[in-house]
């Protein structure tokens, strides 16, 4: 079990407002910050990032929002992070999320759903890899 996950703040949210309260709903539950960007990925590095979803029928749909506006990458770190971390934000569709999640309070459908969080270990250090040099985290 590492202590580390990446996220990603989603275009929906950062064009809604929701940066600072989500960041601050993270922080408040524990996690640090070990690394963070503000950037606006291309479709070319959506759908790479996104490869693992290429056969699902949304992926297009997926890539095309996640290429819509700006997001805020970051790697955290707590104690079960990956774990805690989805506890946190709530089931894919904030329609299932649990009262007080982040996606139950700031997202507004299934693909529009406010953050990401990676599903396994493996998958947070392939992800945070993604995003960040070695010289941009510690
Ligand atoms: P994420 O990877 O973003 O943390 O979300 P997740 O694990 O809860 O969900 P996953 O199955 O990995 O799906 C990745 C993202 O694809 C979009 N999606 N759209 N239209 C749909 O039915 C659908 N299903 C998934 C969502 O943005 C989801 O977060
Ligand atoms: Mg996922």
């Known amino acids: 079990m590492s202590n580390r996950t990446f996220t990603m703040i989603k275009p929906d949210a950062t064009g809604k407002g929701y940066t600072g309260a989500i960041l601050d709903q993270i922080i408040n539950a524990g996690f ?12 070319e590095q959506a759908g790479k990032f996104y490869e693992i979803h290429k056969e699902r029928p949304f992926y297009g749909e ?8 700006p997001i805020v990458a970051a790697i955290l770190e707590k104690e079960n992070a990956v774990a805690d971390f989805r506890t946190l934000i709530g089931a894919t569709n904030p329609a299932n999320a649990a009262e007080g999640t ?10 529009e759903n406010a953050v990401h969080g990676s599903d396994s270990d493996e998958n947070a250090v392939i992800e945070g890899n993604f995003f960040f040099s070695g010289l941009e985290r510690f």
């Open 62 to 69: 997926l890539v095309e929002f996640m290429s819509s506006g």
């Open 32 to 43: 640090a910050i070990k690394a963070m960007k503000w950037i606006k990925l291309s479709a």
């Open 102 to 111: 982040i996606r139950k309070k700031y997202a507004a459908s299934v693909g």
